[in-house]
T-cell receptor, first 113, second 113 residues
Framework: DADVTQTPRNRITKTGKRIMLECSQT?????MYWYRQDPGLGLRLIYY???????NKGEISDGYSVSRQAQAKFSLSLESAIPNQTALYFC????????????FGPGTRLTVL | GNSVTQMEGPVTLSEEAFLTINCTYT??????LFWYVQYPGEGLQLLLK?????DKGSNKGFEATYRKETTSFHLEKGSVQVSDSAVYFC????????????FGQGTILTVHP
């Protein structure tokens, strides 16, 4: 079974809709991250959480919010989706004491029409 | 903050050719350095890492050496295979960007038989 899972894997929605992407992990890691991937831009950090009570903005947090419901769950929300949020979204986890090695989920492909 | 610059792609090689993908970084302090690989339709996975100057990371025939004097972490493989076709990301973490990975833009590698 996958250690980091993301749901849904694919989603098509319309402008203005609220969307939630979910991430769960069974690795027991305390740190979780949300990235978006766009062609030619690599991965950019949206939000990160070092523990349940610690939430931090990344470099592109505008238009996004997150919730860390438990150590194993980290959700990303788009309150009012817009077309330029069409991208591939990845969740990742890491352990504080393992040199920042991150483990990625399979990704969610989001299309906003 | 940290930054990573990778050679632009795409890179197209014949099977058994020598591969080099250049990566340079900026960071305050002493970051850890990583190469991640993304196979088609999948999330990123760690390929190799180095945590201090002059360390060599290696895995699956790939190697990269942490060069502090040139702030580089170039990826090499002596003989590529078709199955190496993927997107390769250089990343750094640590220093003053504690706990966060900074990715390069990715290099697409295609290997032909």
């Amino acid at each position: 079974d996958a250690d980091v899972t993301q749901t849904p894997r694919n989603r098509i929605t319309k402008t203005g809709k609220r969307i939630m992407l979910e991430c769960s992990q069974t690795k027991g890691h305390d740190r979780m991250y949300w990235y978006r991937q766009d062609p030619g831009l690599g991965l950019r950090l949206i939000y990160y959480s070092f523990d349940v009570k610690d939430i931090n903005k990344g470099e592109i947090s505008d238009g996004y919010s997150v919730s860390r419901q438990a150590q194993a769950k980290f959700s990303l929300s788009l309150e009012s989706a817009i077309p330029n949020q069409t991208a591939l979204y990845f969740c990742a986890t890491s352990d504080t004491y393992r040199d920042f090695e991150q483990f990625f989920g399979p990704g969610t492909r989001l299309t906003v029409l | 903050g940290n930054s990573v610059t990778q050679m632009e792609g795409p890179v197209t090689l014949s099977e058994e050719a020598f591969l080099t993908i250049n990566c340079t970084y900026t960071a305050t302090g002493y970051p850890s350095l990583f190469w991640y690989v993304q196979y088609p339709g999948e999330g990123l996975q760690l390929l190799l890492k180095a945590t201090k100057a002059d360390d060599k990371g290696s895995n699956k025939g790939f190697e990269a050496t942490y060069r502090k004097e040139t702030t580089s972490f170039h990826l090499e493989k002596g003989s590529v295979q078709v199955s190496d076709s993927a997107v390769y990301f250089c990343a750094n973490a640590g220093g003053t960007s504690y706990g966060k990975l900074t990715f390069g833009q990715g290099t697409i590698l295609t290997v032909h038989p």
